[in-house]
C-alpha cells in the first residue's frame, strides 16, 4: 500500500449497548451458526480443542531482564517466506511484532471481536471469528468449562481470556503447509495465500490454538461495511485467520483489537524497540503463554 487509508474509530461505528459492541442477538446468531457446522462435523469446537493444548498457569514464567527478549529476537522470524510479501500490504520491516493481554484488566466486552470482524472482512455468517473471548471461573484456567457464548460481560465474578492466532515463532501450521501456501514474514506475522490454499486443512490439524478457521460458506459482508484494503473473494473456502491486521500495522498503525479495547488490555508493537510497551512489558512482568511446553513460542503473552 502507497497511501494509509483513514481509520475508523470504535467510537465511529454503531455500537450495541455498554459491555458488548454488537448486538446480543447478532452475536448469538453467529453462535448458533458455528455450533450448527461442529454439529455436523464441519468445524471443531473451541472448547474441546484448547483443554488439549493449553495450560496457561503451569507453563507461565517470569521473565527477568532482556534475556527473553534476546532469544526472541535472535530467531530466525522468517519460516516458508517466499520472497514475496502479501500482495495487500507493504513488505516487512526491520520490527519484531508482538501483543502482551493484561487479563486483569480485560473485561470480556467483545469489541476487540468485532473490530477485528469489521477491519478484516470476516463473514457475517461464516460462524466463526479470529478473536474469542473465553470466560474463566476466579482463581482457575479451566479451560474445558470456559464459556464462550456468555451473554453478559464484565462480571466481577468471573475473568477473561482472548484467544487468537498467537504467530508462533516457530508455527507448526506453517510446517505442516504442502503447497507453503502459508509462512511467516520476516517481521514475524503469519500470513496465508488465498490463492495458492488447497482447503486439505491441515494447518489446522497442526495449530495448537485452534486459531485457523475454514470457510464453509462463501464469505458475506454487507456492501457498506466491506474494507477494501483487506480480500474478501479470496477466502471463498479456505483458510483464514488473525494476520495481526497486516494492512495496518505496517503503515504505521496498530491492531484493530488493540486500538478497540476500551481498557488497554492490549499492547501491541515492536520488540526490536526496547522502549516499546511489549518490550518493557516483557522485562518487567510475569508473563506466561499458551501450551508454551510445544515449543512453538507464541508470540502473544498474557500478564495478570
Known sequence: ??????????????????GCTLSRRRFLEGVGAAAGLFAAGAVPALVTVLPQVANAAESGTESTGDGVLDSIIEEDHAVNYPGK??????????????????????????????ACVEENNIGRESGFTYIQVLEMEPGKIELESAKLDYEEA??????YMPVQCMHCAKPTCVY?????????????????????CIACRNCMITCPYDARHFNWVEPEVPADEVNPVVPLEEKAGVVEKCTFCVQLTRNGHTTACTEACPVGARKFGDLNDPES????????????????????EPMIWYVG
Open 277 to 296: 510497551e511489549v518490550s518493557i512489558l516483557l522485562k518487567t512482568r510475569r508473563v506466561w503463554r499458551l501450551k508454551e511446553d510445544m515449543g512453538n
Open 85 to 114: 510479501p502479501v500482495y495487500y500490504a507493504d513488505p516487512a520491516g526491520a520490527q519484531k511484532w508482538a501483543m502482551v493481554i493484561d487479563v486483569k484488566a480485560c473485561i470480556g466486552c467483545r469489541r476487540c471481536v468485532y
Open 154 to 159: 464484565g462480571r466481577p465474578d468471573k475473568w
Open 176 to 196: 505442516g503447509c504442502p503447497v507453503i501456501a502459508t509462512w511467516k514474514e520476516p517481521d514475524g506475522i503469519v500470513v496465508i495465500d488465498y490463492d495458492k
Open 1 to 18: 500500500m502507497s497511501e494509509d487509508r483513514e481509520i475508523v474509530r470504535p467510537e465511529d461505528k454503531e455500537r450495541a449497548p455498554e
